[in-house]
DNA sequence: AGGGGAATTTGAACCGATACAAGCAATGAG
DNA sequence: CTCATTGCTTGTATCGGTTCAAATTCCCCT
């Protein structure tokens, strides 16, 4: 036998010699019951060793949880190794703080646990982390019919309210900062336009991406280049996995085919950025004095590399903060936010070299 | 009016003509339904927008929520931004992607909110973070009578489940690898004996602390000290609240009064001795060439100060780890757990300089 | 003493599910 | 043809509370 059934509201009642009701008003609203009342109630309950009501039960009655769940398919560890989810994390917290509620991590990697976790997590609404399989997570949390909000989610679909930021200005802008600076040979490292596909991207192909904020980078640079006056058809865009092994495939076949090669290269985020400043140097080739490169997302990260990092910075906390405001005030918010970036100038970006200097 | 009222179970039940049982097998043990009468339920709880049962109800019949608190008194925030709440959680999230449960963040920094939060957390258990008021924490989570550990309390009951690391070995450790590199002239920044005080301590104060890790570690020090033939009577100790401004205070005066100053700095945290190396280095003085600066805890920044730091690194990731396995494994094991720490020796320490040299 | 209004208390209905004993129908064995 | 089995299905109790209309009690006034 396990610690004799744990006792109840409904066994304090009757003990004290009240109705249910009554004993729930002592826990709950003390000042409407009479004094002697309560303090009866309340000898009773300390000499049952009942200490105060189940928010189990109380939870079913009242329907509000009072916490809400970061949900991503990632395991549970991300939220705290991350970088970028814990910038996120910490504005989401500074939201809820505020509010008085709670946090519930709800991940996983495996997909069929997730599934089930959100399907049973107790909660008031959803913020969804889509750095993953962001499609799935929608899908998922789409059944709950709670409220919820997508961050990073990478589509058009305007049923889904979501977070995101203006990907086209601020990839203008940062195409913007490289042309300034006089560059001309140009190379994107771009992201997945669709699943599956890594290598040198065509320029009509970009129409048909599936990933709409892939696209408007890319037609976001291509702007920037063409109001320099660049051919963009010439330009090379690679697709890159967003690691090591793409990116590295991409520089190999920008720098080891040719005589010439870029004097710039533009990646769609700092990760890719990162990986191919660490190529470039492992092959001698000074950073930014011989290519310049620039990243996007603006993760911490990016400021301690060496050379540091000029990228495009998204308000992470800031889109924390206003998710959790998107959860608690209802639908009386717009479906679509689009934050704006800013601009983050630092050392891996300088002018060209002067040929022959 | 909201959305008409949320459809539940007994209204598939009804409209697909089937008992509530049969409705929630549908849900819970498809394969013991037959195939038919599945799909028509099935059928019917689509049409009316019905998506599986809602968790609220599942959670009271079932009593387990699969999902553990993680309580401090600090706000949510302090998950994310403090370093070794970071790394702890790491562990906590690893140990619980294994169980696959979930984790629900459960904090304030008010507290009678902390209070209200702790009371309706809806957890199988508390992991406790005891970082600042510690007993209150626990005191609060007791009376929720579910299983709970705490981590970095500081206090000798025996009664409270918690996870500890070995004050008094790692402080004679690292007492101990001061004393061998010469030093001779040595001063001790400790925190708190007891509440609200600072300044130089007596050594018959030392008896009289409430802080048992504090007092633990300060008798491993002087048992170094006095293997070394040093007399710790004389050893000047004081006592901060582990902020910069009271680490100053305790160091100008051992560095502005006397013509003589210690020659190595053991205190009793990281913070503390990286307040106390920002301190010398704005005086001019070298560390370590002049003074050693040895910390306590081992978190993430002493490896990246400038000198890194020589400190006590404690087993954080793997409290964590044990600290869920404590919870969901019951109180099959043993009550108090002790770590080992590890002794991490860097740069802020070396021999002390030859007289006149 | 009688009446009216305020202050408490009661009892039962819910909240949304799961579990389990009991019922019923179909199949197989004897 | 009858009795067991097997395989679903049903009805109802239960999880642990909150809420609210109705009933009761209390207090004060005339």
């Given at each position: ?99 008085g509620?709670?946090?519930s ?79 001309r040979e ?75 090669h ?43 590399s060496?050379p ?50």
């Amino acid at each position: 036998m396990d610690v004799k059934r744990m006792i109840k509201l409904s066994d304090v009642a009757k003990a004290a010699g009240v109705s249910q009701g009554t004993a729930s008003n002592v826990f709950n609203r003390p000042q409407i019951v009479r004094p002697e009342v309560r303090e009866k109630v309340e000898a009773v309950a300390r000499e049952l060793g009942y200490s105060g009501p189940d928010p189990k039960g109380r939870l079913l009655r009242a329907g509000k949880v009072n916490a809400i769940g970061v949900a991503t398919a990632e395991p549970l560890s991300y939220f705290f190794d991350d970088p970028f989810a814990r910038v996120l994390m910490s504005g989401i917290s500074e939201a809820l703080d505020v509010h008085g509620a709670g946090i519930s991590l709800v991940s996983s990697a495996n997909d069929e646990k997730l599934a089930w976790n959100i399907q049973s997590a107790i909660v008031d609404g959803f913020i969804l982390l889509c750095i993953e399989g962001g499609n799935r997570l929608v899908e998922l949390t789409r059944d709950r019919k709670l409220p919820f909000v997508a961050l990073e989610l990478d589509t058009d679909d305007e049923t889904i309210a979501q977070i995101g930021i203006d990907d086209f200005d601020g990839a203008r802008r940062i195409a913007e900062h490289v042309v300034d600076l006089g560059h001309r040979e140009i190379a994107v490292l771009s992201l997945q336009l669709v699943d599956d596909r890594t290598g040198r991207v065509t320029p009509d192909q970009i129409d048909t991406a599936i990933y709409s904020a892939t696209r408007d980078r890319l037609r976001g640079y291509f702007a920037s280049l063409k109001a320099a006056g660049i051919d963009t058809d010439a330009v090379p865009v690679y697709e890159t996995e967003n690691d090591r092994k793409s990116v590295n495939a991409a520089l190999e076949a920008l720098f080891d085919g040719s005589a010439t090669h870029p004097t710039a290269l533009i990646a769609m985020s700092d990760r890719a950025a990162l990986f191919a400043i660490e190529w470039l140097r492992g092959r001698g080739v000074a950073v930014p004095e011989d290519v310049s490169v620039v990243g996007f997302d603006g993760v911490p990260e990016g400021a301690f590399s060496d050379p540091p990092l000029t990228t495009v910075t998204q308000p992470i906390a800031a889109m924390g903060r206003l998710a959790v405001q998107m959860i608690l005030e209802g639908p009386s918010m717009a479906r679509r936010q689009m934050l704006d970036v800013e601009l983050t100038i630092r050392a891996s970006t300088a002018p060209p070299r002067v040929l022959g200097a």
